[in-house]
């Protein structure tokens, strides 16, 4: 079994890797395999929980001048509407709201993000009043 870089694998993880690997060079029984099979299960699993971590999110700073924060009360829909340019605030509202329902994208960052929040969801539109600095103050 070749040596292999694990990233993000955990202590015993990493020893019960290795461990294997010491064990099975030079030998063909089928109790070195069945344990190689299992450290090759762990270390996809290991490299799995890698590829599902959070994604990067790269944001794209506009000009001050540029820089806007709309926010529409849709009463037919009763929907308020939050639209930003301001990467603070994006990054606030991700954290307090969670994913955005739209984000305009140019090249691989985001340029804008927009959240709709149900008016039925009071304690979510109290917390981004209290806690986003929408005014940027």
């Given at each position: 079994m070749k040596k292999t870089k694990i990233v993000k694998a955990t202590e015993k993880e990493e020893k019960t890797?290795?461990?294997?690997?010491?064990?099975?060079?030079?030998k063909d029984s089928s109790k070195s395999k069945k344990e190689e099979k299992k450290a090759l299960q762990m270390m996809m699993k290991i490299v799995g929980q890698q590829n599902q971590s959070k994604k990067l999110r790269i944001y794209k700073e506009p000009?001050?001048?540029?820089?806007?924060t709309v926010i529409n009360v849709l009463y037919w829909k009763e929907v308020i509407s939050i639209y930003t340019t301001n990467v603070e605030l994006q990054k606030q509202l991700l954290k307090i709201l969670g994913n955005p329902t739209k984000e305009d994208v140019r090249g691989r960052s985001i340029v804008a993000s927009r959240w709709d929040i149900p008016m039925s969801e009071k304690n979510k539109i109290s917390q981004v009043l209290l806690k986003a600095n929408i005014l940027g103050l």
């Open positions: 890797i290795i461990s294997v690997s010491k064990k099975t060079n030079g000009n001050i001048t540029e820089e806007e």
